[in-house]
């Protein structure tokens, strides 16, 4: 699995915080600059972690998540 399921709180903070920055990048490049730079799967596997840790930590969640 992508994540681990016992990260603590601090780590879990991080992660969401880079995982966010990284899809919203992606975001742009796909839909402003028309230029994915990684694959849909790739782009999947990092919302999928995501959501998990957002439901593992829902304290966590950005309210534009």
């Known amino acids: ?3 681990n399921c016992y990260m ?11 995982l966010s920055a990284e ?11 028309d230029k994915p730079d ?3 799967s790739v782009y999947d596997s ?7 840790l957002e439901e593992q930590f829902p304290d966590l969640r950005a309210v534009d998540s």
Do not use: S
Not at 8 to 18: G, P, S
Not at 23 to 33: A, D, G, M, S, T
């Open 1 to 3: 699995m992508w994540y």
């Open 38 to 40: 990684v694959t849909d």
């Open 23 to 33: 899809i919203n990048k992606l975001r742009y490049e796909y839909h402003v600059l």
């Open 8 to 18: 603590d709180k601090n780590k879990a903070k991080n992660r969401i915080a880079k």
């Open 46 to 52: 990092l919302t999928a972690e995501l959501r998990a």
